[in-house]
């Protein structure tokens, strides 16, 4: 079992950037491939970075390519999103997630879940 609870979301313009993090609730935070996921209003939860247990394989949606940088600090049981070059599109509540099945992009696939936190992009 994990309990994950994410924070840094907020109203940013523009352009600007965001550090999403993630702390996990769990004494073997490395057994668990973690994930960020997104969800707007009216739209489905989408895969946003996914991370292995020791950082050595990323996955990114397109969207996220370029610029969002998933990472993981083992040794303080926290995920991170940094978000780059926001733009109006990205606004969303953020999701983190964990597996035990591997790097998915499903979100089927993950088991545990954050509560969010909302990122709005606006001028």
């Known amino acids: 079992q994990v309990q994950l609870a994410e924070s840094g979301g907020g109203l940013v313009q523009p352009g600007d950037s965001l550090r999403l993090s993630c702390v996990a609730s769990?004494?073997?935070?490395?057994?668990?491939?973690l994930a960020w996921f997104r969800q707007a209003p009216g739209k489905e939860r989408e895969f946003v970075a996914s991370?292995?247990?020791?950082?050595?394989?990323?996955s990114y949606s397109d969207s996220a390519k370029g610029r969002f940088t998933i990472s993981r600090d083992n040794a303080k049981n926290t995920l991170y999103l940094q978000a780059n070059n926001l733009k109006p599109e990205d606004t969303a509540v953020y999701f983190c997630a964990a597996t035990v099945l591997g790097p998915v992009t499903n979100a089927r696939e993950y088991s545990w879940w954050g509560q969010g936190t909302q990122v709005t992009v606006s001028s």
């Open positions: 769990t004494r073997s935070f490395i057994n668990y491939f």
């Open positions: 991370i292995d247990r020791l950082s050595h394989g990323v």
